[in-house]
């Protein structure tokens, strides 16, 4: 089955800094990458998807390239935020229907 | 536009006790997906329903199930809690649960087994 690994598992950043986490995956046929970002107490929120006929994806600060020869895909967060501070799920799935493997989270912190 | 709605938002539960949580999926969504997040074993899916049926189940065990009403609207149950069953149960929905439509969660219903 699916395995998705995600790096780092904490990320701290100053306030306009660049963040980037990292995610493999091992089913080539994957095809569907969503990212989602989860604040205390709430539920996940998606914030950016990728299919696999795809690239890059953009929107607005937030950006995700996918390498589907290499297996993985990025998140890019420019200028952050202080609000941009939450864990982050990237997603691998498309193949199974709606059973979509998580990574484990990455821990962002924007410090002011 | 409302989006998922999962109900209770929080509740204990002792052992051996049985629970069902309920959720309604935004208008228009007819597969609803369950998930279970923990700290130690992060977001694992448990199943999907679709028109009634279900049609996609992750490795939990048979104490955890789930059904569809004809509205979409869906309730999942677990009996005899155990305290590892202790979780953050999510509910996702999707417009036609195709294999590469958008999921969206819920705030879930957060089950505490004492």
């Known amino acids: 089955g699916e395995n998705v690994e995600q790096h780092p598992s904490t990320l701290s950043v100053q306030e306009g800094d660049s963040a980037v986490i990292k995610c493999t995956y091992s089913?080539?046929?994957?095809?569907?990458f969503p990212w989602y970002k989860q604040e205390l107490g709430k539920g996940p929120q998606l914030i950016i998807d990728?299919?696999?006929?795809?690239g890059e994806k953009k929107d607005q600060r937030i950006a995700v390239t996918l390498n589907k020869t290499a297996k993985h895909f990025s998140l890019h967060i420019t200028e952050t935020q202080p609000e941009d501070s939450a864990v982050y799920f990237c997603a691998a799935g498309g193949n199974y229907g709606q059973n979509f493997v998580f990574g484990p989270g990455t821990r962002l912190s924007v410090l002011p | 536009k409302a989006g998922v709605t999962q109900t209770p938002r929080y509740l204990i539960k002792t052992r051996g006790q049985q629970v069902t949580l309920s959720c309604s999926p935004i208008?228009?969504?007819?597969?609803v997906s369950w998930y279970q997040q923990t700290p130690g074993q992060g977001l694992q899916f448990l199943f999907e329903?679709?028109?009634?049926?279900?049609?996609n189940k992750g490795n939990f065990p048979g104490r955890f199930s789930g059904r569809q009403f004809s509205n979409s609207r869906s309730e999942m149950n677990v009996s005899t809690l155990e305290l590892g069953d202790s979780a953050l149960y999510l509910c996702a929905s999707s417009l036609e649960g195709q294999a590469v439509d958008t999921i969206y969660f819920g705030e879930g219903s957060w089950l505490t087994v004492v």
């Open positions: 990728i299919r696999s006929n795809v």
């Open positions: 208008s228009g969504h007819r597969s």
């Open positions: 329903y679709f028109s009634e049926t279900q049609r």
């Open positions: 089913d080539s046929a994957s095809n569907y």
